[in-house]
């Protein structure tokens, strides 16, 4: 019976722990209902105000709206009215014109008919007339018994021949003075201009002879089976010709600035002494070296000499090429700078561009540069480089009329072709062979002799001038005037020359009578 209380006691405890969990849950439950159903009434309490709160603010926004919407259909309807008054305006004024415009229509039909009934009475009165003088011609030619182009030739004609010395007289003293005026200031200004240049510039001839110190320096620089002078041959570019001649070695080559480095190279082998083909492309490259610092310091002093900024290195490097480049004998780049020294003063006098004439007269003769190497004349080459650097195109203008292949367009233009014929045409400046200057001699002869009533031509002042002679019965004076100009147009056409060549035409008549 012990045991047993025990165990009662143990049972009876845990249906005590498991009726006080079960109330406690419970009761917990319930709690729980309490709470929800409490935060329930609270939720539905803040939607209703959310709601009552949100219809309010509906109804103000309504109200709003509404009241906007009168505002503005009030104010188009104003806006439509007046813009109703306004068109109702425009449309009275557009009537009123039509009106305007129907009567002004009327008044110039009736004008019109008016119009065209003058022009036909007119026209009878013109025919009356003209019959009227055709009448009267017809008498008149009954009684001179000429017809009306007769008499007018005739009349002409004996006027011609009347009046023919006053006018020849009247034409020589207008021309006589004209030119007196023309030339007189024309002499001022290039006297004042070249008396201004006071530069000397030589006629240079680039050397292509090489001076050397004894005749043994030949089998030097021939070599061993020739293998010198070949490889000094394929590095330059340039013949080498070795001869009897004592002392000397001529360079042969149409590429002056190759000469120049063949020659430069060819010095400094015959000073060092050990010619040989790896010395000789040594010294080549050297003198290359050298040739181009020359041609960019050249180009360089060039442009300033002339006043001329502002140029790419690549173009003055071109323009110094003209170092090495001959005309007649003339150095081309110091004649350039020589023409821009001209151009510029002659632009300064007579109110010209003197910066583009200055700058035209540099680059004319700039495609001589590279003319053996590029196929053209040296204007067309010279106006492909200036446009390929960007030049301005005034200065391309001024430069490329110089030989005439292009019409003078600007005043700068004819300055620099002026400016250098001055520099190529006065004496020393050129040299010209033997050969050509005979031959020039004879062409000017010939277009003068070719002309009908010429009796003989003679060309002298070194073929500046040409006398022309003529048959006094073949050609009147009127005529020797025609001729004399259609020569000198000739000579333009067909020669090619520097500077002027003055056309003299002579025409003289000798009556021979004996006394007995």
């Known amino acids: 019976m012990r045991g047993y209380y025990p165990r009662m006691s143990t049972q009876l405890i845990l249906i005590l722990l498991v009726a006080a969990g079960a109330g406690g849950v419970a009761l917990g439950y319930f709690l729980r209902m309490i709470i929800l159903l409490g935060k329930r009434g609270s939720m539905e309490l803040q939607i209703r105000k959310m709601m009552l709160d949100a219809e309010e603010r509906a109804k103000r926004v309504v109200a709003e709206a509404e009241t906007k919407a009168k505002d503005k259909e009030g ?89 023919e010395a006053d006018l020849e007289h009247r034409m020589r003293k207008l021309e006589i003075s004209g030119n007196e005026r023309l030339e007189q200031r024309a002499k001022e200004i290039l006297t004042t201009s070249v008396h201004r240049l006071g530069n000397s510039v030589v006629s240079d001839v680039l050397a292509t002879t090489i001076s050397l110190p004894t005749d043994e320096i030949k089998g030097k620089i021939i070599g061993k089976e020739g293998r010198n002078i070949r490889q000094f041959e394929r590095s330059t570019g ?45 010294m080549v490259k050297k003198a290359e070296e050298e040739i181009n610092t020359i041609i960019k ?12 900024q502002n140029l790419d290195p690549k173009l003055l490097m071109i323009l ?16 350039s700078v020589e023409v821009a020294h001209l151009a510029g003063m002659l632009a300064a006098e007579l109110g010209a561009n003197e910066a583009t004439a200055r700058a035209g007269a540099l680059f004319h003769d700039i495609g001589k540069a590279v ?12 106006r492909r480089i200036l446009q390929k650097f960007g030049v301005d195109e005034a200065v391309i203008k001024a430069m490329q009329a110089h030989h005439e292949e292009y019409p003078y367009e600007t005043p700068e233009s004819m300055i620099v072709q002026v400016a ?5 045409g006065r004496p020393g400046a050129r040299r010209d062979s033997v050969e050509n200057y005979i031959k020039r001699l004879e062409e000017l002869e010939a277009i003068a002799n ?24 073949a050609i009147t004076d009127l005529e020797a005037r025609k001729l004399a100009r259609d020569i000198a147009d000739k000579i333009e056409k067909e020669l090619q020359y520097p500077g002027e060549i003055k ?3 002579i025409r003289e008549t000798r009556v021979i009578e004996y006394a007995r």
């Open 238 to 282: 340039v013949d080498v010709i070795i001869d009897d001649t004592p002392g000397t070695i001529t360079l042969s080559s149409y590429d002056p600035i190759r000469r120049q480095i063949a020659r430069i190279a060819l010095e400094n082998l015959i000073l060092d002494g050990r010619i040989q083909p790896a010395k000789i492309e040594e």
């Open 450 to 473: 070719g002309e009908p009533g010429v009796e003989k031509s003679y060309a002298i002042a070194a073929g500046r001038e040409i006398r022309v002679i003529v048959k006094p019965e």
């Open 371 to 382: 003319d053996h190497e590029v196929p053209g004349t040296h204007v067309e080459i010279g």
């Open 503 to 505: 056309v003299s035409v």
């Open 75 to 163: 104010q188009i309807t104003t806006e439509l009215k007046e813009r109703a008054n306004e068109l109702k305006q425009v449309e009275e004024r557009l009537v009123r014109k039509e009106e305007l415009l129907d009567k002004r229509q009327t008044n110039v039909d009736m004008e019109q008919a008016s119009l065209e009934k003058k022009n036909e009475a007119l026209k009878v009165e013109k025919e009356k007339v003209a019959e009227l003088a055709r009448a009267e011609q017809e008498k008149l030619e009954k009684i001179a018994g000429l017809s009306a182009e007769e008499a007018k030739t005739g009349l002409i004609t004996s006027v011609e021949k009347q009046y």
């Open 297 to 308: 310091k050249k180009g360089a002093e060039a442009a300033y000499n002339a006043k001329v």
């Open 320 to 335: 110094g090429r003209l170092y090495f480049r001959t005309s007649y004998g003339q150095n081309v780049l110091d004649h």
């Open 420 to 424: 250098d014929a001055i520099s190529g």
